[in-house]
């Protein structure tokens, strides 16, 4: 499973990341970057 933090805060995603290490974790901006894109699998689960 994939979580992923979007806030305005990149302190707070930054905190939630290392609280959530045993997970695989997404930061907001770095997926909406375009070359970061294409490394998502679709078939994968999100949380949000």
Known sequence: MNIM???H???LE???KKLLSRHS????ADF????NRE???NN???VI
Do not use: A, E, R, S
């Open 5 to 7: 933090i979007v806030t």
């Open 9 to 11: 805060n990149k302190y």
């Open 14 to 16: 930054l905190g939630l």
């Open 25 to 28: 974790i997404t930061i907001g």
């Open 32 to 35: 909406f970057i375009p070359d």
């Open 39 to 41: 490394h998502i699998i």
């Open 44 to 46: 994968n689960i999100f």
